[in-house]
């Protein structure tokens, strides 16, 4: 049996348990899987694999917290019994929980924001601009130091006595299972920063253009309605014959702020120590998905409304975004290139430094060795198995 | 924690009742008791001793690394063994009652 290939493919399919469960049964699963299999098997079946994902998610269901008790943590007005404290330690330390913590929030404003358009007098006619509200909310979840302000927050009010938030003293002391240290891969900064600059750079010339020359637009005037001072809706109207003097003047102020944070992230990469990393391996992205959907979302927005396929709506808007970033991203690569040391940065250094100063030390991946390995006395062998 | 008295939760309760088993023990001696009728699949096995270790009828008894692989292995608790007295004695007197009901039948065949 290829046991690399194999242990990987299993792991995959494991992926639909919680992460706690796999951290303390995940290598006996494993070792299951692998008695299971045939001789030779260097990936897992089919039939097996879709059984982890149903036992998987029945092992989410099961241990997680009824939805009334997730509702009320989730407001912060209680904290979760004892049992499901595993569940919320990983709640808050999992991928999205900002944007997780802020749904209620976002899900509060939206219903605001639509009781006009249902309930108010003289209904306003839909707008889809009055979704970047929560949209703009929901964004602000993605931005570094709101992140780490949640998740501290969070966890001050799920476990006061454990303020700590690296640590999870409070599970049960799991069984001593075999591991190694493994390094924590990260990909290297040049790299990515390079296809960020292409993808930003692409953006801010193309997204311009398109909103210059697209035939019609979308423009807020005040609802047909007499006695209703607030409402407004959004209407297509033609292209003026002339560039329009907003979007001259978003983009130089976009030009602006992209070049006081471009200048801020490279005096900060510039000045920014860097630590020991011994748990960190610094990887190349084999296909880069992120830049190549990036860089067709840009090419089919600008594409659609210069052509007048789509009413010019994003165009504008990501132009400026694109500005902004390519300073911010420029300000990283200019600031490593005056180092001389970028190919010792990855590109979360790079990132974490521009927007907040801070370099994130990578602790040791611990993973369950389920490959041979040489005897190690301190650890069970085989013999009687104990009672 | 209530848990159902399935067939499956029935075999691997009978499978640990003997002496102490890990995950592929389990499948192995399910598949014999069963004469072949009922293969656990790994999904279906760890949600059956999570919910048996949960309501306290089986508890983990040990672990060992053989050929690099950790195997854990389970006991029946008292409790566990109470339960499948009790299962076990009623699924006699079923089929005590179902031999009476069908004998007059077979007779007559």
């Not at chain 1, 009824?66 to 595993?86: D, E, I, K, N, S």
């Not at chain 1, 902004?324 to 990855?346: H, K, N, P, S, T």
């Not at chain 2, 009790?86 to 031999?99: K, V």
Request: glycine share 10%; aromatic share 8%.
């Amino acid at each position: 049996m290829s046991d690399d290939a194999f242990e990987r493919s299993a792991r995959r399919w494991m992926r639909a348990y919680p992460l706690w469960w796999r951290e303390r049964r995940g290598g006996e699963l494993l070792g299951v899987l692998e008695e299971l299999a045939d001789d030779g098997a260097r990936r897992l079946d089919l039939r097996t694999g879709l059984s982890l994902v149903r036992g998987g998610w029945a092992t989410r269901v099961r241990y997680r917290p009824p939805w009334h008790r997730v509702v009320l943590y989730r407001l912060g007005f209680t904290r979760l019994p004892a049992q499901f404290r595993w569940w919320a330690a990983q709640d808050i330390q999992g991928r999205f929980f900002p944007l997780r913590e802020m749904t209620p929030s976002i899900g509060m404003l939206g219903v605001l924001i639509a009781l006009p358009f249902m309930w108010g007098p003289g209904r306003a006619q839909f707008s889809w601009l009055s979704l970047l509200g929560p949209l703009a909310l929901a964004a602000l979840s993605f931005v570094p130091a709101m992140d780490r302000r949640l998740r501290r927050l969070a966890w001050e009010r799920a476990f006061a006595d454990r303020p700590s938030l690296s640590r999870l003293t409070d599970r049960p002391a799991p069984p001593a299972v075999p591991e190694r240290l493994r390094p924590r891969r990260r990909s290297a900064a040049r790299p990515g920063l390079a296809r960020a600059a292409f993808v930003l750079g692409l953006g801010a010339f193309v997204l311009p253009v398109a909103a210059a020359v697209a035939p019609q637009r979308v423009d807020m005037v005040p609802c047909a309605v007499d006695d209703v001072a607030w409402c407004a809706e959004s209407v297509v109207v033609a292209r003026e014959p002339h560039v329009g003097g907003a979007l001259v003047v978003w983009l130089a102020l976009a030009v602006l702020a992209g070049a006081v944070v471009g200048a801020r992230a490279a005096r900060r990469v510039r000045r920014a120590s860097l630590p020991e990393q011994p748990f960190r391996q610094l990887v190349a992205t084999r296909v880069p998905w992120g830049s190549l959907t990036a860089t067709g979302a840009i090419g089919a927005v600008a594409l659609g409304e210069a052509t007048g396929a789509l009413v010019q709506l994003f165009a504008a808007p990501l132009a400026g975004l694109c500005v902004v970033g390519l300073g911010l991203v420029g300000g990283q690569l200019y600031g490593l290139r005056r180092r001389g040391d970028v190919d010792a940065w990855a590109g979360i250094d790079a990132w974490r430094v521009a927007t907040s100063g801070g370099v994130l030390v990578d602790p040791p991946y611990r993973e369950t060795i389920v490959s041979p390995a040489p005897p190690d006395p301190s650890r069970p062998t085989e013999g009687p198995v104990p009672g | 924690m209530a848990i159902r008295m399935t067939e499956q939760v029935y075999l691997v309760l009978l499978a640990l009742a003997d002496h102490p088993r890990h995950g592929y023990g389990v499948v192995q001696r399910v598949l014999e008791l069963s004469d072949g009728a009922v293969r656990l699949s790994a999904g279906t096995l760890y949600g059956v001793l999570d919910r048996l270790t949960a309501a306290g009828w089986i508890t983990e008894s040990g672990e060992e690394v053989v050929d690099g692989r950790l195997r854990r292995y389970y006991r029946v608790t008292d409790d566990g063994a109470a339960t499948l007295a009790a299962e076990t004695a009623r699924l006699e007197s079923l089929t005590r009652r179902a031999a009476a009901v069908l004998r007059p039948g077979l007779a007559g065949a």
